[in-house]
């Protein structure tokens, strides 16, 4: 390998059409405010899980940590708000206590993709983990890796070159380990946390070969669709000779919502994300595997669900809207609970109609995946719709790239054996693809790497 | 790659489309001059790094975006560059320049992981010290003592490349004549089974050196079109229009017999040109490069033998060109780059061997017909095997380019 990671582009730089505006946003979006202080109490509804805000004020969003090249990160409005920057000039901070691209109010953007880990050396991996951390920190503050056009004519060019003069547009890089990373190939069989394993199969199950499975999971987010694109190209143009790509996934549009957002609607056009979880308080019960884990290195660490789930949108578009609301258990345009008038009114699910039948029927997909009604589980959400073009039958092939953040992925299986035997959304919904992995805490300052603790 | 018939009459292109190398000087490294006793180190006169178990001990550091030396002279002899990334996210990777080559270098130094060093062998002259990516990218380099114009070893290693991959060319070519005339002495026989395992056995030399064939513009689409390069109203001559004959129509006509007798006068042309050629290092270093490519474009899709199905034989034939040129360059490159090198090598090791689960000896060629079950199920995988080996393989010509 060689040069691929050798030059950040300084030109680009000194012309002023740098991808750097030298300011980082945190990881996660200070705004200043609470979400309490922009929304009332709170009650929102989701595709997944069903998450709820916490009742209790929620404090800044996110944690104070050192921008690349060491000024304290300053606060900066987030995605969607008026501001001084725009879009194309944000970053957020890629060195903190957690990996961005998480709590991160979820860009418009997203490219995932799965890697094998084709090398049995140890060494190589490190290697590799080290260039991709080292490489994400430039990619994130809006720089290349390697000259787009080296002054040498036999020279090949580090960096492709696409996202030149773009900016960072809020690109956020985000990895994650499969189970098989710990089958002790590379001698990290005995730091395999006890949460992390394969998922189960599920009912309702329609997975195929072609996105299940994989090693590293690596989730670019960004405001442009070409940025993320490029950030995910690169690196796996950089681990060429030590991992290869098995899946991907690309997200045209965010599917969910964190506290400062509009709730954006899926492919089936219901608003997704009302109750994701927004609260500290949730991130920390929820989301962020704590210190009591059997594994320490996993401290301020996450677990990443991906499901694709393929929707079949033609026959969804043919029913009728009672049923639709039936499907959802809330409103299309409004996106209220049955039992509500509003999107963020708390669903009733005790209600009875004059019939003497719930009125969010107890198969509804809300009903199901409300926190209310699995003893308090809830999931961070952070899902984008997609689209792959027609599939092999002559369908639109569409539907919801969920990624979802737990701090077990027990949370998720729990909701799925529910949802998959139960939810009335199955009709409607295949999940195709599948994986599980353990995302690490955030990087501290650069010389850390993904994997550090996992060598020694 | 695509030959095309309207191509301007010309003698043989500029090999490999290699273009617009600057000259330069022939200030050369790895001359021996005696090393200081081991194990002691001398103080150096004039600020010079000081020796220390007979070679100069120059320390280079990267942090935030600079690249930092702790002496920026040395006296003539070995010098061992010990390179430590501090902190410095967009830079892994020192050369150590003569003009435009490289004479010795280390890659992935990235933060965090341990310090790299690398040790040449210099006489007196100016140098540069190369960092991509810092704010200062090249900083000049001293070492005092006599200058010398002697080829050093890497130069004559390389000089000894060309000529021996020219003789490898040269090789090809002359098998290539005698199984083209063994396929034509099948067709003209009327023979279909007897042609078949001819033409299978008499791709592989021109898919070897094929970089080189197609450098000769006018010849290699007599030689090597498919019919879908064909310009409307030209005639399709070559293997290709005898591939289809024999093994789609699976009947020999006269046109056939006539387009073998052509493309044996074809081949005996080849022959003519390619004798007596010169390589320049770089051409090699992408030729082999290329040849991964044809792989690419036109094998894995299963294009090159629409008709014969037997793109595995020729894609095994292009990695073994390729590994042909690599390993010509090998020696001088093990100087230049040793982990370069072995990260290829192991590559080509990994290539080979995944290639040889596809041998089956009753398939014309020696290796499995590449059928479109074959490819729906193996083409990912043959894929990113190829990918991985070139890309590191792409990196090696501006290594060994004499300019």
Redesign the interface.
Known sequence: ???E????E?EARENGAGRDNGEARENGAATGKDDQGTRGGISRRAFFGGAVASAAAGAAIGVTTTG??GQAVAGAPASGQPGSSTPADETYAFYGEHQAGIRTPPQDHLVFMVFDV?TTSASEL??ML??W???I??YTSG?A???VE?E?????P?DTGEAEGMGANQLTVTVGFAPSMFDGRFGWAKYKPAALNDLPAFASDALTPQFTGGDICVQACASDPQVAYHAIRNLA?MA??TA??RWTVQGFGRASRSADQATPRNLMGFKDGTRNIVSDDDFAQQVWVGADSDQQWMTGGSYLVARKIHMLIETWDTDYIGDQHAVFGRTKLEGAPLTGTAEFDTPDFAATGADGNPVIPANAHVALAAHENNNGTKILRRGYNFTDGIDSVGRLDAGLMFISYQRDPQQFIALQQKLGRMDRLNEYIRHVGSGVFAVPPGLS?????FG?ALFE | MTPSRTSPARSRATLFALT???AASMLLAGCSSPASTAGSTTAAADGAAPVSNGAAQVKVTLT??DCTTDYSSAPSGPVTFEIT?????????VELMSD?RILGER??I????QASSFTVTLTGGTYQLNC????T?NSDFTVIGDATTAPSDVQGQLAEGTVGYGTYVEGQASNLVDAVATLDAAVQAGDVTAAQAAYAAARPFYERIEPVAESFADLDPEIDARVADVEPGTEWTGFHPIEKDIFETGAITDSTKALSTKLVADIAQLQTLTTGLTYKP?EL??GASSLLEEVQSSKITGEEEAYSHIDLVDFVANVEGSEQAFEFLKPALTTIDPD?TS?ISA?FTSVDAMLATYKDSAAPGGYKLYDEALRTSDAPKLT?AI??LQ??L??I??KV?TA
């Open positions: 390998m060689a040069r990671h050798e030059a950040r300084h690349l090249t084709t490190q290697v080290a260039k951390s080292a490489a920190a430039q720089l890796v390697g000259a080296p040498r004519e036999l020279a090949v580090g143009r060429r000779t290869t790509t300052a650069a010389g850390d790497y550090k | 617009g190398l600057a935030g975006n990334n501090t902190d410095a996210a967009g830079l892994s990777e435009k890659e992935n990235v933060a965090g992981l991509p990516g810092a704010t990218e770089e270093a992408n370069l990260s590559e990113q990918q991985a890309a590191p792409a990196q010509s501006e380019a």
